[in-house]
């Protein structure tokens, strides 16, 4: 498979801090979709797990915004 990667939001840090689309921090984004205007993102994600590990229900939507 060939293609293009192309990093547009994330530090690359696990974390649940907003912020500019390269600094926010995710734990484990499982969803995305974009605005109609195409003018943000909004990402679903796990904010935490159980102490054994398990992935708890989603419980963040996240606004990233790419202006």
């Known amino acids: 498979m060939e ?3 192309n990093l547009f939001a994330g530090s ?5 801090e ?3 689309a390269l600094e926010a921090t995710f734990c484990f984004p499982n969803d ?3 605005s109609l205007d195409k003018s ?3 990402i ?3 904010a935490d797990t159980t102490s054994k ?3 708890l229900y989603p ?3 996240r606004k990233i915004d790419l202006n």
């Open 53 to 55: 590990g398990i992935l």
């Open 40 to 42: 943000a993102i909004y």
């Open 18 to 20: 907003n912020g500019a």
């Open 3 to 5: 293609g293009e990667l």
């Open 32 to 34: 995305i979709v974009f």
């Open 12 to 16: 690359g840090k696990k974390g649940n």
């Open 44 to 46: 679903n994600e796990v």
């Open 59 to 61: 419980t963040i939507v």
